[in-house]
């Protein structure tokens, strides 16, 4: 049973350095997670400020699992998580095929969902801070044509822009995603990918993803999490390092890594 | 407006006993108010089930405190067993058995659906000088509602709809996304339990008065309108619930004297009537819609 971190053994000069300055939210510190076994070794793992660290692994691999044990809807069978302050703030955008479709809520009312934390719900209407705060996450998530519209109407890519744009108005400084593109087509998927980067460089977020789109997560990520809970591995480092690993090559072969334009 | 019932009775004879009907309206109002708005929770949560098997537990309540004074000789009043069971199946809702005893929360829900309607039914037999009072429970034929159902009625109404007004958004972000709301560190289990206690309660108190029949209506078919009318207004969702409950409740009554009716089969035949005319009212907005779309 190995938890391999190949970050710390072959990261660039440059790479350890933008480590060293980013500073670290939360530590998993040999996590072990699982329903009432373990299903993956144990974990030492830290969650930085500025990187975009996608989780990949086949079906039930264990990402689920500890990306609910990370953000504490699950305990961890041993080990534990570490966040750097208690009132660390946290956004969790979950599956778009997690909320109910018949819900009867506008795109508007489920971002200002966002700006709820802790026991802030105990007032009846939402402040102009908070609603200011929802229409600027609304235009930067490109979300604003449609943000009057019911959420059921919305295509699964507006829905995701939606989500996104809740994720934005937490003014989180942890963002954590569960498959945001599950249901995008390729051209929609890079740009979440690129808009989740700029996310990570320029608002100095951590933001980590659980993707199961190989190519376009190597592109963008600046890190990767490879969990295989048959085979008992965990792999963790920059896209290259990952994607070269004998184990991981053994499972997937040559992983085509999707380069894109810049721009979008 | 034809003032003649089929019965004989006219609006004048109405207003001429209103002091004896307006208790039961006045409770049949506030019940479906609270209850209409209770149950868009229990449709979109998916608890229909819930508050079939509460309200079967309620009846148990009220039944099981005739036979504890009639054959133990230990008197109390009906009310409070129709609020203890409801809490009791509430509880039991509220754990999840799954992880220690390996079932689901629907084979406890079944449970206490199943065991709650029999031993309503097996317990009433025993007690057959209260047939009257079982069959008011269970099915709302009561006419009249006593002082102190009325009160317990409006108190606990009251109560659910100021704490559902004032925690309305943390209630509504924790029902419908709990994984979002729990890691923004809100008191999910104890938002949801504020829903399913508030249900429990008003359940018991409303079953007690207006019998096990209508209050299932009320917590299911006013807000099965709404959901077809108010799409995208979540608030307008759940105030139209219950403003359907409260003109269920009012209008069942009103039909029950008119025609000489049943008033709980009267109340619940008015609550599903509100279904089709929200379908109506649905394809109208649609219809506006189009017009507005086409002319633009």
């Given amino acids: 049973m ?161 989500l996104f744009a809740r994720m934005l108005a937490t003014d989180g400084e942890l963002a954590l995603l569960d498959e945001p593109t599950a249901a995008m087509d390729p051209v929609a998927e890079r740009d979440a990918y690129r808009r989740l980067a700029r996310l990570a460089h320029e608002k100095h977020l951590a933001v980590v993803v659980i993707s199961h789109s190989l190519g376009v997560a190597a592109r963008f990520a600046d890190e990767l999490l490879w969990l295989d809970s048959e085979g008992q591995k965990v792999r963790h480092g920059t896209p290259d390092e990952v994607l070269a690993d004998e184990d991981f090559r053994e499972q997937y072969g040559d992983v085509h890594v999707a380069h894109a334009p810049e721009a979008s | 407006m034809d003032p003649t019932g089929a019965g004989g009775m006219t609006w004048k004879d109405f207003f001429d006993a209103f002091d004896l009907f307006k208790d039961p309206i006045y409770c049949a109002a506030a019940a479906g108010f609270v209850l209409g708005f209770l149950g868009v929770y229990v449709l979109l949560r998916r608890m ?143 938002l949801s339990a504020v829903i399913l206690l508030s249900i429990g309660l008003m359940v018991g108190v409303s079953a007690r008065a207006l019998g096990a029949l209508p209050v299932f209506a009320f917590s299911t078919l006013p807000a099965t309108a709404a959901l077809l009318v108010s799409r995208r207004r979540m608030r307008l969702t759940f105030l139209l619930a219950a403003l359907g409950g409260a003109v269920a409740g009012v209008g069942g009554y009103l039909l029950a004297f008119f025609k000489e009716l049943p008033v709980g089969a009267s109340q619940t035949v008015v609550a599903a009537l509100l279904v089709p005319v929200a379908l109506g009212a649905r394809g109208m907005i649609s219809l506006f819609r189009l017009g507005l779309r086409a002319r633009a």
């Fill in chain 1, 2 to 162: 190995t938890m391999v971190s190949l970050a710390s053994t072959a990261a660039t000069t440059t790479e350890r350095a933008a480590d060293t300055s980013a500073s670290a939210l939360i530590t998993c510190e040999q996590l072990v997670v699982g329903w009432n076994r373990p299903i993956l070794p144990p974990i030492d793992l830290t969650i930085r400020r500025g990187r975009l660290l996608a989780v990949i692994g086949r079906n039930g691999s264990g990402k689920t699992t500890w990306f609910k044990t990370l953000i504490g809807l699950r305990k961890p069978l041993s080990g534990r998580v570490v966040k750097a302050r208690p009132d660390l703030r946290i956004a969790y955008v979950p599956q778009v095929a997690q909320l109910d479709p018949i819900l009867p809520v506008r795109a508007r009312e489920l971002v200002l969902w966002g700006r709820i934390n802790g026991w802030g719900f105990l007032r009846p209407f939402s402040s102009r801070v908070d609603r200011e705060a929802c229409t600027r996450a609304l235009a930067e998530a490109e979300a604003t044509a449609f943000a009057d519209k019911p959420y059921a109407e919305l295509s699964e890519g507006q829905k995701q822009r939606v």
């Fill in chain 2, 48 to 190: 229909v089930f819930v508050s079939a098997a509460v309200t079967q537990s309620a009846g148990l309540g009220v039944a099981l405190a005739f036979y504890s004074a009639i054959h133990l000789g230990f008197a109390f009043d009906p009310i409070y067993g129709a609020i203890g069971l409801s809490l009791i199946t509430t509880t039991l809702l509220l754990a999840d058995p799954q992880p220690r005893l390996g079932i689901t929360r629907e084979s406890v829900l079944g449970l206490a659906f199943a065991l709650s309607g029999g031993a309503a039914v097996v317990v009433g037999a025993k007690i057959a000088q209260e047939a009257n009072q079982i069959s008011a429970i269970l099915f709302g034929t009561a006419v009249l509602v006593r002082a102190e159902d009325l009160r317990a009625v409006l108190i606990v109404g009251a109560l659910v709809t100021v704490i559902h007004f004032w925690a309305f958004r943390g209630l509504a972000f924790a029902t419908f996304d709990p994984g979002a709301a729990r890691v923004q560190r809100l008191p999910v289990t104890a």
